[in-house]
């Protein structure tokens, strides 16, 4: 299907100072950018933002606690950027938005991504966590789609999704066209895909319903059974007892 980029406004500045909260952040992406996490110290943050280690400290307490600062504010941008003519598309066309906008805050931070993405590939711990993060993050992008993303269904879903968007990062790193038309169209078939699992999914999780509705039916018909059977056994001992009943029942 193809698709184009719908263009949005950029956060502007509004013109008041930056916290030294928000300087932390910046300033760790942009070391993010040009080194790796694991070379990134807290002394260089602070060197970076302009701020004392007693600021640092009193804001964030390692270089991973900034980074989950960073995902929430992305987040936060994105929740805060819904639009309302999309309420009466698809889920589908509902959640393509969402990551669409999501990429695009994502923009000026695409070289600090493609690092991360580096260090991830080949340090396993750091994949993890980073996995938790996106699974956080997808459950809020899916929830603005207006997709269900509580109980262990949602769960799945929000799983599924934090993988997918990881294939459409990887196009989108290295998408350096205004139109980023390699990225959508990787959205595209990253959402086409998810589809069809869930519709996998709706199907498995129908199964244990389906087996304690056997499983119950199961058990009426044994209690019928057993029912019968000792119906079965009070006439056949009134008919040894009582010859007349005996003749009536013949």
Partial sequence: MARKAKSRPTARSSGAAATPREMIIEAFMTLLADHPIEDIGLADIASEAGVTLSELRGEFGSPMAILAAHIKDIDRKVLDG?????????????????????????????????????????????????????????????????????????????????????????????????GHARTLAALDRELARGQRLVGVLDELCKIPERARQFTRGGRRSRRERDGDDRDRDDRHHLVRRDPEQRRQLE
Avoid at 107 to 117: G, H
Avoid at 140 to 169: C, D, E, H, Y
Wanted: hydrophobic share 45%; aromatic share 6%.
């Fill in 82 to 178: 819904g639009d309302a003519d999309m309420d009466d598309e698809s889920p589908r066309e509902r959640l393509f938005d969402v990551l669409m906008r999501r990429l695009e805050l994502l923009d000026p931070y695409k070289a600090a991504v493609r690092s991360l993405m580096r260090s991830a590939a080949r340090n396993p711990g750091l994949a993890l966590t980073l996995n938790a993060h996106a699974v956080c993050s997808q459950q809020w992008m899916l929830t603005a789609a207006g997709i269900g993303a509580s109980g262990p269904k949602g769960m799945i879903r929000a799983q599924g999704l934090a993988l997918m968007f990881a294939n459409v990062l990887r196009t989108w790193v290295n998408d350096d066209d205004e």
